[in-house]
Every structure is written in C-alpha cells, then in structure tokens.
C-alpha cells in the first residue's frame, strides 16, 4: 500500500479522502466566516481576480471543482449569462450541501455534483473552463485530478488553479507564525475546531510551490500555463490553457 500525506502526518492512501472529509463536515457551518477572518477578506479579491483573468463570457460552459460554498460558482454564473451553465461540484457532501442552499437561498438555482476530481462523471471536450480554488491541495492524486480537470476541457479551454503557495522569504517567519499560534486559536474560536485549521494549515505547506505545480500542470497535457503571485505568494494562480 501507498502512503500520502494528511498535513504533516503520513497516511495510508486509503484513509487521506476520508480524513479530509472529517475536516470539511466539520468547518462546512463556519467556512465562509472563517474564510473572511483568516484572509482578512482578501480570499474575495483573489477570486474576483481569478474570474476576471479566466476571459469567461456568455454562452460557456464552466465546472466548478470543489466548489464548496459556492463563491466562485455564483460568480461565474453571472458571467457567463445568458446561455451558459456553471456545475457546482465538491467531494464533500456538507460543503455541496452549505454552498447550493446558499446559492438557492439567493435565487440561483445551478447543477450540483457530489464528484470526485480524480475520476469526474463528465465527457472529455464539454468545458470551456475548470476552476478549482482552495481544493487542490486536499487531493490525494494531484496528478490524476489535473489530468481529468485536462480531460473534460475543450481544446483551447482553461484551468485556473487558486491555491495557496509557497510564500515569499522575507514573509516566511511571520507567515508561519500566523499559521500555526494565530489560525488554530481563531478556529476554536469561532467554530470550535482547532485541530482542522491546524491541519489547513499544514497542508499548505506540504502543496507544490509555484514551480512544481506549473510542470505539473503540463504534464498533465496543458501546453502553457501562466502563473500570477497574490499577496506576497501566500496565493497563486495557475493558469492553463488546453492545446
């Protein structure tokens, strides 16, 4: 059997999905306050961002990857009305669930999909776009996942990849010291939970950096992808289009 990492535990392969599930039925009720409290609310610029460098227009059609509360999938709706459609997907039963009666509740009705990144129930070709924020780096096969996000996309499609990265040097101390005295305290704070912000923020630093995920990025069959630094490379968006 293989083994993967779960923040900075190692796991069997098996037992990563489920765990991470754990984590996400149990933030799902808090994630958008918390969501605003550890960015302090710049997770709305970097999407914002995100959407207006993706080039989506009316008529397309876009798949929204872990979607969760449903922030980038109400944005894209939006863009590409009329005639386009948006699917709002997520592994996670709790989060798909907050994020669509969320949406609903604002008189947006969208496909939903309880899916899998690593094996998702779509037709190659049928995307003009692929959006994954914040979801990337809780995959157990990143590889597998890029190369199905690559699959359903229509040549000359895009992927926008909105990730956390790794940060710039000089931001280094301080940033871990957010991450590991600050986050944990705010999560048992607010939603009582410290151990899964300590994990969220473990898994940050166990994700490919800016460089790696770009050359994965290609070899799961983009033939070119830009990378924009936000905030100092605390984020990163990648940008990958399909050949």
Aim: aromatic letters at 8%; charged letters at 25%.
């Amino acid at each position: 059997m293989s083994n993967t990492h779960f923040g900075f535990e190692t796991v069997d392969e098996s037992q990563k999905a489920s765990r991470v599930r754990g984590v996400f039925d149990s933030v799902a009720p808090k994630y958008d306050v918390m969501n605003d409290l550890m960015s302090m609310g710049l997770h709305r610029l970097w999407k914002a961002y995100t959407v207006a460098v993706s080039g989506a227009r009316p008529g397309q059609r876009v798949l929204d990857i872990a979607g969760g509360t449903g922030d980038l999938a109400r944005a894209f709706a939006r863009r590409v009305a009329p005639g386009g459609m948006v699917v709002h997907t997520d592994i996670n039963e709790a989060m798909l669930k907050t994020g669509r009666d969320r949406l609903t509740d604002e008189g947006l009705v969208l496909p939903t999909s309880l899916c899998d990144a690593e094996q998702l129930p779509f037709a190659s070709d049928s995307f003009d776009i692929v959006t994954v924020a914040f979801g990337l780096r809780n995959m157990t096969h990143k590889d597998l996942a890029l190369k199905e996000m690559c699959r359903v996309l229509k040549p000359g499609g895009r992927l926008l990849v909105l990730e956390f990265s790794k940060v710039a040097k000089p931001l280094e101390k301080a940033y871990d010291w957010y991450s590991f005295q600050v986050l944990p305290r705010i999560g048992q704070w607010v939603a009582g939970d410290a151990d899964s912000y300590r994990y969220l923020a473990e898994s940050i630093r166990m994700h490919p950096g800016q460089a790696e995920l770009k050359a994965m990025m290609k070899t799961a069959g983009f033939g070119h992808v830009d990378v924009h630094n936000m905030t100092g490379g605390v984020v990163a968006l990648h940008l990958g289009l399909k050949c």
